[in-house]
């Protein structure tokens, strides 16, 4: 017998069963070893607006000052730099069109960290106890979808349309799970409000203050938050500057907001943030300690330093211009390429990094089907399969469906991936 096969073998939490084969993983190694597949896939941001000068510049002024340089080098605290938060205060005042002391919640209540999928996640595992139930818009961000499983929560898809989640499927849901006793159980509604990944829709206005009034409401066990995921706010190339959910939430005390600069700003820095009701900022903080007791200092003193001066807001509308373009470049080519052509439909976003392709429902567009390997193998590109947004048990589940982004490719990139897509998809109709 050999060595290894005495060694006993290891056992793993139930956790790690439960946060098995990601597809974002799957997602991103493809991405990686395909150089030649087009990804209309990866959520990655355009490189070309990515701000090298002015990261420099602002490291510049952080490291020519010795004491300043120090103490950005220096460990931070749990909840984040104190430089920032008060900054995104005037930030967050800015986007809610309000004076900062009117906002109505103090510095404490921002929680930085690394990347608003760790706010997502610790959002998760401050709420869920196996078997606790979270509400989510169908479609919706299937890494979210991953977090949920991961703690071992149940999921319920809710139905959405052109203008996002339905408040009175919402309702409806609430009721149902009341009169089977499990309301109890119902923790969280999630839903992304600007410019949804993956469908691009974004909420719209009085929606938003119909769901946030429904947690009033059925909080009636316990308090039931609305996970307000922001994540796409800043990129908008038309349309209403809505307001957030979090503002009609007027006692701060439902709404959990969620944003980050990974979009407007660099991914690299992993700087996001949650605004919290009071009551939450112990337990994430708490979490968070066990984590990483403070997620990169330096990097918030660079976004302290960014957000400070006045060129961020700037910078965000040449982000927005940029994108505004290969928007539009996709739309034409989705135009040109499928205009006509049965079955095939798909939404016009104003903002964000995404358009929601729906075929004909019989086309499964999954990675096991025969149209994504069409796609991938023989046509060289690569999208997202919509049926990863949907919790796979769901009667709202669709198959048809992939989630196109305009973000990385520039725009002979945009128009050439949808030119092999539309390929793709005319030999599988045809098959
Ligand atoms: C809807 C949504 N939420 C959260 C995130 C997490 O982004 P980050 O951790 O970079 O802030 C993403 C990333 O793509 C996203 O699409």
Known sequence: ?????????????????????????????????????????????????????ECLRTFDGIFSDAAKGRLALQYGTTSGSEL?????????????????????????QFV????????????????????????????????????LNGVGARTIAIETDEQGIKPEAL??????????????????????????????????????????????????????????????????YDGEDRPSLWGFDEGRETVILAQTFSKSFSPGVRVGYGVLPRELVGPVCDLKGNTDF????????????????????????????????????MLQAL???FQGTSGVSWLRPEGGLYVWLSLPKE?????ESEMFQLAAKSHRVMYVPGELCYPTDSPCRRTNQMRLSFGVQDAAGIDEGIKRLAAAVRERTAS
Request: charged share 25%.
């Open 1 to 53: 017998m050999s060595e290894s096969s005495q060694t006993p073998r290891p056992q793993f939490s139930q956790r790690t069963k439960w946060a098995k084969d990601q597809a974002i993983s799957f997602l991103m190694q493809q991405a990686v070893e395909n150089r030649d597949v087009i990804s209309l896939a990866a959520g990655l941001v355009d490189e070309s607006s990515l701000p090298v000068d």
């Open 84 to 108: 920032l938060r008060e900054q995104l205060r005037i930030h967050l005042a800015r986007q809610e069109h309000c004076p900062v002391d009117q906002l109505g919640v103090d510095s404490r």
């Open 112 to 147: 930085l960290t690394t990347g608003s999928q760790q706010l997502l996640a610790l959002v998760g595992d401050a709420l869920f106890d196996p078997g606790d139930i979270c509400l989510v818009a169908a479609p919706t961000y299937f890494v979210f979808l991953g977090v």
């Open 171 to 236: 309702e409806a849901e609430l009721a149902r799970l009341e009169s089977v006793g499990e309301l109890h159980r119902v923790k969280l509604i999630y839903l992304v409000s600007y410019y949804e990944n993956p469908s691009g829709v974004s909420l719209e206005t009085s929606r938003r203050r119909e769901i946030v009034a429904i947690a009033h409401r059925w909080s009636k066990h316990h308090r039931l938050f609305v996970l307000e995921d922001a994540a796409y706010r800043e990129l908008r």
């Open 294 to 329: 403070g997620s990169a200092n330096l990097n918030q003193h660079l976004l302290a330093g960014v957000l400070s001066s006045n060129r961020y807001v700037p910078h965000v509308e040449q982000v927005c211009a940029a994108y505004r373009k290969k928007r539009d470049v």
């Open 335 to 337: 135009e040109r390429e």
């Open 363 to 367: 086309i499964g567009c999954g990675f």
